[in-house]
């Protein structure tokens, strides 16, 4: 539901992150409160996907990234991973107009050559659909390992410093920076994770550096339009300071 009179309130206030990054947990546990199959609470967690890309477009957010498949998730149960893999297929199918009507654009990183043919293809014939929207900025990552994807940043600039192509006095946080997944939507101004857990479990490690964090113990598929809202209100009250004092940040 479109809370008019919120956004408004959230949107004069200013201070809105650019991009916001959600570890998106929970769905195992609402299933099993339920008793119902793990599966259930993956499908129920479409929507509040649905929810989120719903609200921070409103709110005019640039990006969002949400970990929807870790590289260590492949051990996983068999039957779980399957019918994951069939979610996300079904689930890129069923949203692209919708997407494609609220201009939304679709990014990936992580490995999607390690995905199935079936959902790998479906993501990139969405990604292609989507290519010239203007609007928000949605990032799936999938089979994504934090570690994994600096280790091929580390070893792409090691292959350009040995071609001659770069000096190694020139690598630097932005030079590394460019070598990420990420380099379009940059770093992350707040992380989300739901469920209560306090772990960054393998997600965007050298992105999240300076990034301010809001945990909740909303299971993910409860998680909707107010408890987004909620945790953009928390960030746009706090004070980012990136290692400096709050004198300076205010001079």
């Known amino acids: 539901m479109k809370d008019e009179q919120r956004i408004e309130r959230i949107t004069k206030y200013g201070n809105l992150p650019h991009h916001v990054a959600i570890i998106m947990d929970g769905n195992g546990r609402w299933a099993n409160k339920r008793n119902l199959p793990r599966t259930e609470g993956h499908k129920e967690g479409i929507n509040s996907v649905r929810a989120v890309v719903e ?3 409103w709110l005019d957010i640039k990006a969002v990234t949400l970990y929807t498949f870790s590289s260590e998730n492949w051990s ?3 039957a779980e991973v399957s019918a994951l893999m069939s979610l996300l297929l079904n689930t890129v199918k069923k949203e692209v107009n919708e997407l494609n009507g609220k201009n939304v654009r679709l990014m990936t990183i992580g490995n999607i050559d390690a995905l199935p043919v ?4 479906g993501i990139k014939n969405t990604i292609k659909r989507l290519r010239n929207n203007t609007g ?3 990032n799936l990552a999938l089979s994504y390992s934090g570690r994994q994807e600096i280790i091929t940043a ?4 090691a292959k350009n410093v040995k ?3 770069l000096e190694v006095d020139g690598i630097n946080e932005k030079l590394f920076n460019e070598y990420l997944q990420t380099a379009e939507i940059g770093d992350p101004d707040l992380l989300i994770r739901t469920s209560g857990e306090l772990r960054v479990s393998n997600f965007l490690l050298w992105q999240l550096a300076y990034t301010e964090l809001y945990i909740t113990d909303t299971l993910w598929p409860d998680f909707r339009h107010s408890e987004f809202y909620e945790a953009i209100e928390v960030y746009q009250h706090r004070e980012r300071r990136f290692g400096k004092v709050s004198e300076q940040i205010k001079a």
């Open 154 to 157: 580390t070893k792409e600039i």
């Open 76 to 78: 996983r149960p068999k």
């Open 136 to 138: 928000l900025i949605l």
């Open 163 to 165: 071609a001659g192509k």
């Open 55 to 57: 609200a921070a477009g």
């Open 118 to 121: 079936a959902p790998r293809l």
